[in-house]
């Protein structure tokens, strides 16, 4: 064996916590009476290596809430992240006012956000009150990346 893989009895116990808890569902209790931690928790927690994915989850299900959908959630100001974006990459463009899909697209061809909020305001409908605040989702679809802006109807839209 290379250096660069050698392995020790820690090695394969670290994985063992890791996939029993990610994996298999295993509660870090259950770990850890499995590895026969008299200390529980803290030296478990040493072993495993957190799956964030459930929390990762969990956010974009209450960002989906607050933005994207009609129900009593509060609206937040501030733009969200950032969508790289290159005219060969597949971007799909969704805008909402209240809640409420108004418009949405997909396609190629757009070199920043800018390119795509402009192309989704153009069809803003008639009857979105002036100075309303507009939301604005854009995913990389290639990459899998997203961002959500906002602007005002009649100011920066």
């Excluded at 929390?55 to 969508?83: D, H, M, P, R």
């Excluded at 009857?127 to 005002?152: L, T």
Aim: glycine fraction near 8%; proline fraction near 3%.
């Amino acid at each position: 064996m290379a250096k660069e893989d050698y392995y020790c009895v820690y090695t394969f116990r670290h994985t063992w916590g890791t996939v029993a808890q990610n994996d298999c569902g295993a509660s870090i209790s259950e770990v850890a009476f499995a590895m026969n931690h008299a200390s529980g928790h803290q030296v478990t927690r040493s072993y495993i290596k957190i799956d964030f994915t459930p929390a990762w989850e969990l956010n974009e299900k209450v960002v989906n809430f607050i933005f994207f959908t009609e129900e009593g959630g509060s609206q937040v100001t501030k733009e969200e992240g950032s969508c790289r974006l290159s005219p060969k990459y597949m971007v799909r463009g969704e805008m909402y006012f209240r809640g409420r899909l108004l418009y949405e697209l997909e396609d190629i061809g757009f070199s920043n956000k800018d390119e795509v909020i402009h192309a989704l305001a153009a069809h803003i409908p008639d009857d979105i009150p002036e100075r309303s605040m507009i939301q604005f989702r854009i995913v990389n679809v290639d990459k899998g990346h997203e961002a959500i802006y906002e602007r005002m109807k009649g100011g920066s839209v």
